[in-house]
C-alpha cells in the first residue's frame, strides 16, 4: 500500500504547493489535488510521486527507509554547549525609543557583573567540553566594560583550541583600548544601521552630534577591518519605513552585503510604541516588497545583497541542515547548544526570555551560575519546543520547514497554546514561505541570478523547482 503524506497551499499565480512530511515539494494544479482528495491518481501522477521520494510503500521496506531517512535529517539535533549570550552590563549610552531590552542609564550602579558573577560565568564556560566556543557579548552596552570582555575572551583563548567573539555595540564611544580588543581576528562587530542618517537618529541617536559619532566609528571600522568582520541589521517601524534603496545604498556603501530587516520587537521599552492596526499584515506586505527590490536591484547592479533571514528560510526549504537559525529550527530545544548569561548572573534560554524577565512580566530565568541551569524548568518550556504534534501545523504545507517560538506566544499573549495561526509567529512565517515558494517558482533572469547567489550555487535551472500537471 503507498502512502502518499501530502500538505497543500495554494499560491498567489493559481497554482497548488504540494509539500511532504520530510520537506520534499512541487508545483501542480487544482486537477491533481482533485484526483489526490479522491484517490484517483494517474499512473503518471504515481510515477512522479515515486521518483520523487514524495511517500513511500508500506510492503517496500528500502523506500519506506528512505523517507524515513529524510524525513530524520529534518529535524534539528541537539548538540553540546558552543554558543554563549553573555550581557557584562545593561548599562548604555543611547536611549532607543525602541531598545527591546530595558537598557540601564550610562551612570548607573549594580548592572555590571560582580567579580563573583564573572568568577561563575568562567567556571561555567569552563566545564563546558567540545573544541570550539561562540561568545556573543550583548547588552546594554558591552563596550562600557571592555575589561569584562578581556576578562573572558583570554580564559576561552585558553581552554577552547577554536573560539570566535562577537561583540554587538552601537559604535557610540570607542577609545584606544576598546579598538584593541575589536582588532583581533577572531572578534567581530555587529551594529545597527536603520538606514540613511535621517532615519538613524530619528530612531536611534535623536542629535546631530550623536549621530556624527556613529557614523565617524563605523567608517573607522570598514576602513580599519576586512569585508565580513562587521554586520549590521536595521530596525524598522512598520509606520514609517524606510526609502529601500537608500537603506540599501548606505549598507552597501559600508561593505555589508546581509541585510537582516527586523521588526520592531515586542519587548523591553519596544513594547509601548503604538505602530496603528494590522501590524503583522503591513509588515509582511513590507518585507515582501523588500526582497522584490533586492530582487531588482542586484540584477541591475550585478552586486549581490540578501536579505539574511530570507535567505535562511530559501535554504531551509532546500537543505536539510539549514537548522542553525534558532526561529526556524525544529524541534527548538532550550538550553541545548546556546544559552543567555544576564548582567546579574541569571541564566536565561534565550535573549528575549531574559527581558520578559527584566520588565518583570514573568520570569523565565533557567538558573544561575553559582546553582547551575535548572533542568526541570527547561523541561517545562521544551514541552512546547517542536511543532511535531500540533493540530494547525500537522495540516500546513510549510510544517517541515518551520519552528516555534514559545518566548514570543508568552510575551505577546501570555500563553503558548493559543491556536497556531492566531499567533505573530505563524502568520510571518506563512508569509515568509508564501514568498520563499513564489520566488523559487519564478521564471526571470533577475530571479534566477539572485537564487544562485543566496543559495551559493553556480546557476539556478527551473528544473530545481519540480512541477508535476
Known amino acids: 500500500m503507498s502512502v502518499w503524506p501530502l500538505k497543500f497551499r495554494e499560491m498567489s499565480d493559481g497554482s497548488v504547493l504540494f509539500c511532504d512530511d520530510a520537506g520534499g515539494f512541487f508545483k501542480s494544479s487544482h486537477d491533481f489535488l482533485d484526483r489526490y482528495a479522491a484517490d484517483n491518481l494517474t499512473t503518471v501522477d504515481v510515477s512522479f510521486l515515486t521518483e520523487g521520494n514524495h511517500g513511500f510503500d508500506r510492503e517496500f521496506d528500502l523506500r519506506w527507509t528512505s523517507f524515513a531517512y529524510k524525513w530524520a535529517r529534518r529535524q534539528a539535533r541537539p ?13 548604555c549610552n543611547l536611549i532607543c525609543g525602541y531598545c527591546q531590552v530595558s537598557r540601564a542609564a550610562e551612570k548607573a550602579r549594580g548592572f555590571d557583573w560582580s567579580d563573583e558573577t564573572l568568577a561563575g560565568v568562567l567556571s561555567f564556560l569552563d566545564r563546558l567540553d567540545g573544541p570550539d566556543i561562540k561568545i556573543e557579548f550583548q547588552g546594554g552596552e558591552p563596550l562600557l ?13 585558553g581552554k577552547f583550541p577554536r573560539s570566535q567573539f562577537v561583540v554587538c555595540t552601537n559604535l557610540q564611544a570607542l577609545d584606544e583600548r576598546a579598538w584593541a580588543f575589536l582588532d583581533a581576528d577572531d572578534t567581530f562587530i555587529s551594529t545597527s544601521l536603520d538606514g540613511d542618517r535621517a532615519t538613524h537618529e530619528s530612531q536611534r541617536t535623536h542629535g546631530s552630534e550623536v549621530t556624527d559619532a556613529f557614523f565617524r566609528n563605523l567608517e573607522a571600522a570598514v576602513s580599519r577591518y576586512p569585508e565580513g568582520k562587521i554586520s549590521a541589521l536595521p530596525t524598522v517601524d512598520v509606520a514609517n519605513p524606510p526609502d529601500f534603496n537608500t537603506l540599501l545604498d548606505n549598507y552597501e556603501r559600508y561593505g555589508i552585503r546581509s541585510v537582516y530587516l527586523r521588526p520592531i520587537n515586542h519587548q523591553g521599552f519596544a513594547r509601548k510604541i503604538q505602530q496603528g492596526d494590522n501590524v503583522l499584515a503591513r509588515w509582511n506586505r513590507l518585507h515582501a516588497e523588500f526582497i522584490d527590490c533586492l530582487i531588482a536591484r542586484n540584477h541591475r547592479t550585478g552586486r549581490f545583497m540578501e536579505e539574511y533571514y530570507f535567505s535562511q528560510c530559501l535554504k531551509r526549504a532546500l537543505r536539510f541542515d539549514a537548522d542553525s537559525h534558532v526561529d526556524i529550527r525544529n524541534p527548538n530545544f532550550f538550553a541545548s547548544d546556546y544559552v543567555v548569561i544576564d548582567h546579574d548572573g541569571r541564566f536565561y534560554p534565550t535573549d528575549e526570555a531574559r527581558m520578559l524577565s527584566r520588565i518583570g512580566h514573568i520570569d523565565l530565568s533557567i538558573g544561575d551560575v553559582g546553582t547551575g541551569i535548572d533542568r526541570a524548568k527547561v523541561d517545562v518550556l521544551n514541552s512546547g519546543a517542536f511543532n511535531h504534534f500540533d493540530p494547525e501545523c500537522l495540516h500546513c504545507a510549510y510544517q517541515a520547514f518551520c519552528g516555534t517560538d514559545v518566548i514570543d506566544d508568552i510575551s505577546r499573549y501570555g500563553r503558548i497554546d493559543v491556536p497556531r495561526p492566531d499567533t505573530w509567529f505563524c502568520g510571518r512565517h506563512l508569509s515568509l514561505f508564501d514568498k520563499v515558494f513564489e520566488v523559487l517558482y519564478r521564471k526571470d533572469e533577475p530571479a534566477r541570478a539572485s537564487l544562485a547567489a543566496w543559495l551559493g550555487v553556480g546557476g539556478w535551472d527551473d528544473n530545481m523547482a519540480p512541477t508535476h500537471q
Open 145 to 157: 566594560r571592555v575589561d569584562l570582555l578581556e576578562a573572558v575572551r583570554d580564559f576561552c583563548r
Open 79 to 91: 548538540t553540546r554547549m558552543n554558543y554563549v549570550i553573555l550581557v557584562p552590563t545593561l548599562r
